[in-house]
């Protein structure tokens, strides 16, 4: 029987969630410095774009410079920019071959801002929502503030979801009388970095068919594919199951910290139930104090994609560094390669050694200084034995190879010896 983070023992531990572990170990690497000055902190956690190769491109800033010149200082319309408007509606055109209606492409304060207001919009004690796992953990959080349940479906040995699994988790649901209304899908996938296939696509896109559900198509690694894998957007196989697909600035345009963001509403029909999500998101929008003036060199920036050969490139010599850092470490198993994203998924066996994601990660960190991300803040894997056979480790943790190669090397060499003295038993494992 799949076990889902809904019923009686909550995956987390109160209603907040949680813990959000994905920055909380960028505290604990903040306290090991302070205990040890002299310790080298090497960053592998988050895939917070920056420095001279991921961070913004040159003309990108000059952009965003000349827009601040132009603003007055002002709200900007609710709805977001004109113009920025008009180049999402652009680039789907360009991506999909449709142009959405105006109306349909809402703008919002990064992806995140329409995670949290569409789950909050669609989550209550009766309703649920299905979930990759592993995932993003924004999503699970919003989830139980909402008071709602989270149905989260595996990955098979490729990384593509485990529509099997989906099935039993909507059976498990309907018995329980929870309503769910929403599919989510991280095409490309973080914390995997795995492009769903087309089929792959297709089968969940069935799944939602046959239950009602809307998919939220979460989409901001898109562009920041590498070594000639292309994804597809979900929209371009679909014209009637409502889609609501996701995008924002932070990656695909590396700039992170920009917080623009977009929702675009497909296969939105009028008339049809879906439109009350419509309707409430973009009521949402009336609501917010729309931000600043960067979004007038969004909308220029949009139009851009010759920083993207740099991006991929830098992007596959970290990926290809990372798989030789640690391949051949005793235990380790590295899972499918990544297709997108920054990030490489990793499990690892420690035998009978009793030692948990965190308990690892933070080992890792206070003893030696490189930090990484649990993978606990991902998974529910420990009680979805499904997952197990996509990476059958006993722990997990993510990577993310955004640093030089020869740190990401120095890095390998690194976990190596601390995977041996874990074996050995000679690490103190921090509370
Ligand atoms: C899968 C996924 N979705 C959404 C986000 C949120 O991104 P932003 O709010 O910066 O658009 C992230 C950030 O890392 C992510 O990995």
Redesign the pocket.
Known sequence: MPISAHGKKPFVNDRHGREYLLRRVEVWADEAKEKNPNLEIIKLN???LSGPVFGAPKDFTSILAESIKKWDGSYFPSRGHGPLIQAIADKQERETGKRPEDDFVLTG?????F?EKIIGQTMDSRSGILLPDP??P?YMTEVVKNGGHAFMYGADKDGNPDIAHMRDLIREANAEGIRLKCLVV?NP???TGAIYSKKSLLELLEVARENNLFVLA?E??YLTRFGGNQPIHISTLADDVPIIQ??????EYQL?GS?V?WGICENFKKGTPVMDIYKRLENDQMGRLSPNGLQIGAAEIIKKENHLPHLREQTRLRQEATKKALSGIDGIILGPDPGA?FYRWVGLDLGDQKVTDIGFVKSLIYETGVVCAPGIGFTLHRKNPRAECFSPGKIYFRVTPLVSEETIMRAGGIIREHVENLRRGKVRIPK
């Open positions: 988050l895939g917070n304060d990064g992806g995140s801002w995670i995932g993003y924004l991280i996938n973080n914390p979460d901001v690694y996701m995008g924002s600035l932070s990656k992170c917080r963001g994203a």
